[in-house]
T-cell receptor
């Protein structure tokens, strides 16, 4: 159980276009999803917290108009990178948790590698 | 704010040798602690976690970790490393008393020589 799926696993887009990444919880209902970003050879940094049916909470320094997050259902959250530029090239990974309890862990998707050319 | 320090950026061990990867955290209360492994170009795989109870935690692939509150450490160990263990290892701590929103360390890259 507790499977989180991301799609696509890899995407290449042209500079100036927008890209949507999906994060789905396959066998549970995710009240909260988290989006992380990982630059090459670096660690994972939390970008935002997404709660179903409400606006996402962004970490300091993350442009909310650049990285649009929608969590419209209990099994799907999407991250849209708008007007992508080469510096947005990165590995994006989501995680999802089922319940709101403090000791409820989140499960990670397999990640999406975005390359902007 | 919580923080995680992995002092070793890169470690090289011989196949069959023992391994210890260091992790120190900063958090006032009992933390939720995790170790993940990431192979090149891949996502994260959970090796083990500590929430409470026995401070020696067993994980997958023969890994274990020990929570030491007095040292604020959660070091990962394996008695005999296999070549397939070569990867990036991340220690993480749950933020503000949750187990789901994580702060990651900078990672340790493990190289295994044959």
């Amino acid at each position: 159980g507790a499977v989180v799926s991301q799609h696509p696993s890899r995407v290449i887009c042209k500079s100036g276009t927008s890209v949507k990444i999906e994060c789905r919880s396959l066998d549970f209902q995710a009240t909260t999803m988290f989006w992380y970003r990982q630059f090459p050879k670096q660690s994972l940094m939390l970008m935002a917290t997404s709660n179903e049916g409400s606006k996402a909470t962004y970490e300091q320094g993350v442009e909310k108009d650049k990285f649009l997050i929608n969590h419209a259902s209990l099994t799907l959250s999407t991250l849209t990178v708008t007007s992508a530029h080469p510096e947005d090239s990165s590995f994006y990974i989501c995680s999802a948790r089922e319940a709101a309890g403090g000791n409820t862990e989140a499960f990670f998707g397999q990640g999406t590698r975005l390359t902007v050319v | 704010a919580q923080s995680v320090t992995q002092p070793d950026i890169h470690i090289t061990v011989s196949e069959g040798a023992s391994l210890e990867l260091r992790c120190n955290y900063s958090y006032g209360a009992t933390p939720y602690l995790f170790w993940y492994v990431q192979s090149p170009g891949q996502g994260l795989q959970l090796l083990l976690k500590y929430f409470s109870g026995d401070t020696l935690v067993q994980g997958i692939k023969g890994f274990e970790a020990e929570f030491k509150r007095s040292q604020s450490s959660f070091n990962l160990r394996k008695p005999s490393v296999h070549w397939s263990d070569a990867a990036e290892y991340f220690c993480a701590v749950g933020r503000t008393g949750t187990a789901s929103k994580l702060t990651f360390g900078t990672g340790t890259r493990l190289q295994v020589t044959l």
